[in-house]
């Protein structure tokens, strides 16, 4: 047990992942009685959702600084974390509009799991995003509801500043006492998977399997597109400078990104990279990497984009006008609300399915295919968070273009 305890999460999940296949393939009878197992992660998971979500984005809203500097660097950045994450998350929807995840198979139809869609028009769609009274809002657990009024709060106490220091400070708190409880479910996550992965195995078709392999390979080839071309190429537009040079420059935390697969581990070597190739000035790295590395999640976004097509195919829900731009918000909204989440991936994308109005059973799913897209996404966030560093500091006139250029 000790042994296992020293394995990262995300090994330990995969174990999950393995022993669930067995599970499933040798003894489906086995596989129901261990149901109850991945019933009550599932719902650990729901309880999650309301305050994580509600603290969390609040909290790292009040973190972006004071006004005054959230008008010169910190807007900035906070722009490109915007901008880049809805752009991510557009090239999600598209791809899947291309390749059409979910269409395949129409398992997920089945009068078990099928949810009724309300038919919104544009209008009426993104009114309903306001709260009227956000309690309700919460007992309902209507996600996006809380997030407008997080958005909201959020902004409130940062512009109230030191007047509001006390709430602030509770709400930070809170936000990390919901993070540990996080940490705790998360610990069960190998069980509550690997009972989950047993019960689909049983009851999953091959036509459905190839549906999420079909997924996985887009959701890769998409965040390869991103990396190579719309990164060096913003640098050259927005930045003036060579895209082909800072990709060279950055790849020693991009493989640390892609080998970790953790943003927080390679920070450091971001930084580094950031003065010392990239010739980017403390007062500007010092603020946009720690900033990025909790918010700029520019592979989840990605993420979110195809996932909402894939789903709503599944599903059989309409794609509208009015619920691609609700994608694409969930896709900014969500990438920062997911900072600092352990487990990120299936907590996040469980309020990805309840946000939709969705059931959890395609999360088994994607926590299954999430070790084999989650390199790819941690490659994309740092790299984003350099690339939009190094276009501000140069805007600015503050980039050492000798150390640059070196």
Known sequence: MKKLKKLSLGTQILIGIVIGLAIGFLSPAAAEFLSPIGDVFLRMLKMLIVPLVFFSITSGICKMGDVKQLTSVGLRFVLWIV????????????????????????EFLDASVQV????????????????????VSMYNADMLQIIVFSLFLGVALLTLGEKVAGLVSFIDQA?????????????????GIASLM?????????????????????????????????????????GGLDGIRFMKKITAPMIVAITTTSSAATLPVSIRTAEEKLGVPENIYGFTLPLGNTCGMNGFALFVGLCCVFASNLYGFELTFSRIIQFVFLGIILSI????????????????MESLGMPLSLIPILAAIWPTIDPAHTVLNNVGDLAGTVIISNRLGKLDKDVFNS
């Open 83 to 106: 901008a880049t994450s809805g752009f991510a998350a557009a090239v999600g929807i598209v791809a899947g509009f291309i390749t059409k995840p979910g269409t395949g198979t129409t």
């Open 116 to 135: 009724e869609e309300s038919t919104y028009n544009f209008i009426d769609n993104v009114i309903a995003w306001f709260p009227d009274n956000i309690v």
């Open 175 to 191: 936000s990390e006492t919901m993070l540990k409880i996080t940490e705790f479910v998360m610990a069960f996550s190998p069980f």
């Open 198 to 238: 047993a019960t689909m195995v049983s009851t999953v078709s091959s036509a459905t399997m190839m549906e999420v392999i079909g997924f996985m390979i887009t959701d890769n080839i998409c965040a390869v597109l991103i990396l190579f071309i719309l990164y060096p190429l913003l640098v050259k537009v927005l």
């Open 337 to 352: 609300g997911a900072a600092g989440v352990k487990g990120a991936g299936v907590v996040m994308s469980t309020v990805l």
